[in-house]
């Protein structure tokens, strides 16, 4: 993708628009918890604004994260308004980057997040109120209660761990539980309805016997996924897995115009698309975050796999024809 594209968006945060409008049908939220944790749910007619306030107000102070947010580009509202997507794992490297494009493009969107704090900082609390926030847990969901879908016409999921060991599995938040149980209950839940389940998974996922990927494997991060995305695959809804080959470009732990810059100036935007799980390389977050949106419209990606790399030359952007050609040129004909 445009690495520029994205940047020159992003840079175009100084024309933030607190846009409250942007989900007049969308106004109402409900916040699902785990049956472990029991259910909590804010009265249904609240809007995204007031919501936003009661899940931060004891937590936040007003000022608190204006200074390290990641700023948003301004929303256009009317394109993409018939479509409703839920992006879960959005406060990840891909994550973050693909609910800023979908608000800059004017989709209804939709977050899972585990904790509202973070959300609030690598968005900016102003910037909440361009999206619906609900507080999940896959590993433990059940499903996200039901009514909590309503309006929901795609899925993005860009959720995982370490490979290895690492603070991120704190709370038991392993491979096992992220990659397979977690992906598993959020499919599970997806209602019928839901036109679209995009999987981020990994390359290597075939592989995960075989040198060098066992390596990875140890703690058995590629047989998860893949067990993750048979599940999907098998579930009757409608799919399309984007397996990323090692990632590069964030994630943005440093929530500031500058760095963003520096990390999506990028000269390597040309996308490789393959399937077969042949492909190894590197890609850039901000291309796995274009491409899951792509999918989102082009109908020959619906239950396909791809494996997806970016290298040094000019990629595809945003447009949408360059991306259905090279998704109907990366499957065998
Ligand atoms: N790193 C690589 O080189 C590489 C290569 C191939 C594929 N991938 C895969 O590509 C995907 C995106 O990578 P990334 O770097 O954007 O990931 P990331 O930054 O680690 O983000 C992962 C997201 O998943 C969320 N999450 C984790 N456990 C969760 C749970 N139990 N319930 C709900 N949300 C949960 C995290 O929430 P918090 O923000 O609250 O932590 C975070 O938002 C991942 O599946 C990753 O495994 C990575």
């Not at 494009?101 to 900016?124: E, H, P, Q, W």
């Amino acid at each position: 993708m445009a690495s520029s594209d994205v940047t020159g968006r992003l840079l175009s945060a100084g024309a933030l628009r607190d846009d409250r409008n942007l989900f007049t049908k969308h106004n109402t939220y409900r916040v699902g918890i785990s049956p472990v944790q029991g259910r909590r749910r804010l009265a249904p007619s609240r809007r995204i604004g007031q919501l936003t306030a009661r899940c931060l107000a004891s937590s936040i102070s007003p000022t608190s994260s204006s200074s390290s947010m990641l700023s948003f580009p301004s929303g256009d509202e009317s394109a993409q308004s018939t479509k409703c997507v839920l992006v879960v794992g959005a406060t990840g490297g891909v994550g973050q980057l693909v609910v800023a494009a979908l608000i800059d493009r004017g989709y209804k969107t939709c977050v899972v997040v585990r904790d509202t704090n973070k959300a609030a900082s690598v968005f900016g609390e102003t910037n909440m109120d361009k999206m619906q926030v609900f507080v999940g847990d896959t590993r433990n969901m059940g499903g996200i209660e039901p009514a909590a879908w309503e309006g929901v016409t795609h899925v993005i999921c860009c959720t995982g761990t370490t490979a290895f060991p690492s603070k991120r599995w704190d709370g038991d938040n392993t491979p096992e539980n992220t990659d397979w149980h977690g992906v598993r209950n959020l499919i599970d839940s997806v209602p019928k309805s839901v036109q679209r389940f995009v999987l981020v998974s990994s390359v290597g996922v075939t592989k995960f016997n075989q040198l060098p990927w066992n390596i990875m494997n140890l703690f058995g991060v590629l047989k998860y996924k893949k067990m993750g995305e048979e599940y999907l695959c098998k579930s009757g809804i409608p799919f399309t897995i984007i397996r990323a080959g090692r990632l590069t470009d964030g994630p943005y732990t440093s929530y500031d115009l500058n760095t963003l810059l520096k990390a999506t100036a990028g000269t390597r935007r040309c996308v490789v698309l393959g399937q077969g799980d042949k492909l190894v390389g590197e890609v850039s977050r901000i291309v796995v975050a274009e491409a899951c949106i792509q999918a989102l419209d082009i109908q020959c990606t619906c239950g396909n796999i791809y494996e997806i790399n970016s290298v040094e030359g000019d990629g595809p952007g945003t447009d949408n024809k360059k991306w259905e050609i090279l998704f109907t040129e990366a499957c065998p004909s």
